[in-house]
Every structure is written in structure tokens, then in C-alpha cells.
């Protein structure tokens, strides 16, 4: 404990004599509420909205091509910028939360991200160059695949994780994701932005979702 | 209502705030001297006071490394801590009785 501090010592005046249990309980929920919303990790609500929205916009800007061409330049731009604000609130988040913060946990953490991260930038990129090399059609290059894969790729890597921690809302979820890449993938190249861009929302609000009560448990 | 069967080391507002705070952390995970006393707002010294209570009881540890203004301070909630939280939970949700 840092003893050059001690300048300011405490009167010990603060004992609880005089605190009513009530008082207590109101005051112990109030600080895990507030403990928990200081060391929350990810902005899961403002993701799934902006993944809603990119997905929705790639759904509607392809919808009525016959045969699929891609997104516009416009709506690609639009979604690599929703992508990475999506991740530097994300970035900024995890710093702000685990300032100051150590141990087994967190040094997990890190390496969760590092093989989500990973799962993502290779897995559909890597299928798309393949699969453009061996003549695959466009729906399938620019469409199917990177609407479902990626889904399908980082929902089963989370699966994984969530399995290994016991963390079965995070599993739930992440099984939802890999369930909705499947369907995405036989939903035509359209829909299938559509499909990924509802199953993202759906599980990472129903996360946040089942994340409050669990967080709750010591509530008095 | 008595206070009796609260555990006096815990039954006190600061005391209270930073077990609650410190147990929101995953099991094993610390927190640094300057993160805590930012969250708190409470002064160094007063937050030093309760901490070394804290710890004489048993409830957290601390470890500081490097020295001087290079130094740093963890603190981390101990088995025994967080089993006192249940335990001091549990007795509030006795005396309290179905709110």
C-alpha cells in the first residue's frame, strides 16, 4: 500500500454505527451497479444497432439486383466506416474499462480478442480469394459469403471461448450467430445481409440483455 | 433492526463501496491504488485507512511494485473477501426480510 499517501490520513470516522442496514443495502447496490458499468467491456447495445443498420443498408442496396452485382461504392464505404467505429468504440471501451486492471482475467481477455480478431480479418477474405480463384460467381464472392462467413467463422471461435469460461449467455449467443450464418448462406446473396444483420442485432442484444441480471446477482 | 450480525469490517459506507466495487472484478483480477481512489472519490489517506482494515482482516491484499513515483499499487479481493460479501449480504437480506 502506497505509505507516502498517509498525509491525509482518515479521522476513522467513517465506521458503521450509524448505517442502517437499509441504507447499507441501497448503498451495496448502488456501487456494484456503477462498479459493473465502469468495468463493463463492450458497448454491446451501439454495436448491434450499427451492425443493424450497416447490414440493413447493404440488404437494401442489393436487394433488387438480378443478377447481384455487390453493394454501391457508397453503401461499402458507409459500412467500412459503421465497422470501424463499431471497433474503436469498442477499442476505446476495453482501455477505459480495464485501466488500471489486472490478472489472469483480463490477460484472457486480450487473447480472446487476438483470436476473434484474427478469426475475423482471415476467415471470409481468405474463402472469397479462394473460392473468386476457382471461379466462383459473384453472388457467392461478394454476397453469400462475406454476409455469412464471417458469422459462421468468429461465432463458432466465440463458441469456443464462451464454452471453455462456462459462460453460457456468451454461448448462447455465439451459437445463435453461427445459426443465423447458416441460414444467411441459403438465403440468396441479398438476403443474406439482411439475415447476418438481424442475427448480429438479435444476439448481441439479447446478450446485453441476459448480462444485466447475471451482473446482479449480489443485489441485496 | 439491529446491526449486530453485520460484519463491522464491511458495515461501513467506504468499506462497503470498495468490497461491492472490488467484487464486480472476475475472481483474481486487481485493480489498481489510482483506478480505485478515482472511482471512490474519496482522498488517498482516507482510502488507505480502510484498505489497511480491509486487509488486516484478511479481506483484500495488496502489492506495490517499482518505487517511488514509478510505483504502483494493486488491490485485489481475496477468497475470504468475497466470501465475507456473501456472508454480509446474506445477513442484510435477513434483517431485511422480503422488501
Redesign the interface.
Known amino acids: 500500500?502506497?505509505?507516502t499517501?498517509?498525509?491525509?490520513?482518515?479521522t476513522?470516522a467513517?465506521?458503521?454505527?450509524g448505517?442502517?442496514?437499509?441504507e447499507?443495502?441501497r448503498?451495496?447496490d448502488q456501487?456494484?451497479r456503477?462498479?459493473?458499468r465502469?468495468?463493463n467491456l463492450n458497448p454491446l447495445w451501439v454495436s448491434g444497432i450499427a451492425l443493424l443498420v450497416a447490414y440493413g443498408s447493404l440488404w437494401a442496396s442489393t436487394r433488387d439486383q438480378h443478377p447481384y452485382t455487390g453493394p454501391s461504392l457508397g453503401v461499402g464505404t458507409l459500412v467500412y466506416v459503421a465497422v470501424a467505429v463499431v471497433f474503436a468504440a469498442s477499442v476505446k471501451a476495453y482501455r477505459s474499462a480495464t485501466?488500471?486492471?489486472?490478472?489472469?482475467?483480463?490477460r484472457q481477455q486480450r487473447v480472446e480478442g487476438i483470436a476473434i480478431l484474427v478469426s475475423f480479418v482471415l476467415g471470409s477474405p481468405v474463402l472469397q480469394g479462394a473460392l473468386k480463384h476457382h471461379g466462383a460467381g459473384d453472388a457467392i464472392v461478394y454476397g453469400v459469403i462475406p454476409a455469412a462467413a464471417p458469422l459462421i467463422i468468429v461465432g463458432t471461435t466465440v463458441v469456443g471461448i464462451a464454452g471453455s469460461k462456462g459462460d453460457w449467455p456468451q454461448f448462447a449467443a455465439a451459437l445463435a450467430v453461427v445459426a443465423g450464418g447458416a441460414v444467411a448462406a441459403f438465403v440468396g446473396p441479398s438476403g443474406a445481409w439482411l439475415a447476418a444483420g438481424i442475427t448480429l442485432f438479435v444476439a448481441l442484444v439479447g446478450y446485453a440483455g441476459a448480462d444485466v441480471p447475471r451482473?446482479r446477482r449480489?443485489e441485496? | 433492526?439491529t446491526?449486530d450480525s453485520?460484519d463491522?469490517v464491511?458495515?461501513?459506507?467506504?468499506?462497503?463501496?470498495i468490497v461491492?466495487?472490488l467484487?464486480?472484478?472476475?475472481?483474481?483480477?486487481?485493480?489498481?491504488?489510482?483506478?480505485?481512489q478515482d472511482?471512490l472519490e474519496l482522498?488517498?489517506?482516507?482510502l488507505?485507512?480502510?484498505?489497511?482494515k480491509l486487509?488486516d482482516a484478511g479481506y483484500l491484499d495488496?502489492e506495490?511494485t517499482g518505487n517511488g513515483r514509478a510505483?504502483r499499487?494493486?488491490i485485489?479481493l481475496t477468497r475470504q473477501g468475497r466470501a465475507a460479501?456473501?456472508t454480509y449480504?446474506n445477513a442484510?437480506?435477513d434483517?431485511?426480510g422480503p422488501l
Open positions: 500500500m502506497p505509505r499517501h498517509d498525509i491525509h490520513l482518515a476513522g467513517d465506521d458503521g454505527d448505517l442502517d442496514p437499509r447499507a443495502a448503498l451495496l456501487s456494484t456503477e462498479a459493473q465502469q468495468f485501466a488500471g486492471v489486472n490478472g489472469p482475467s483480463v451482473h449480489i441485496v | 433492526m446491526n453485520l463491522p464491511i458495515h461501513a459506507p467506504a468499506r462497503l463501496r461491492a466495487m467484487a464486480a472484478l472476475p475472481d483474481g483480477a486487481s485493480v489498481s491504488f489510482t483506478r480505485l472511482m482522498t488517498p489517506g482516507n488507505i485507512t480502510h484498505l489497511r486487509e495488496s506495490t510505483s499499487t494493486s485485489v460479501l456473501h449480504i442484510l437480506r434483517l431485511l
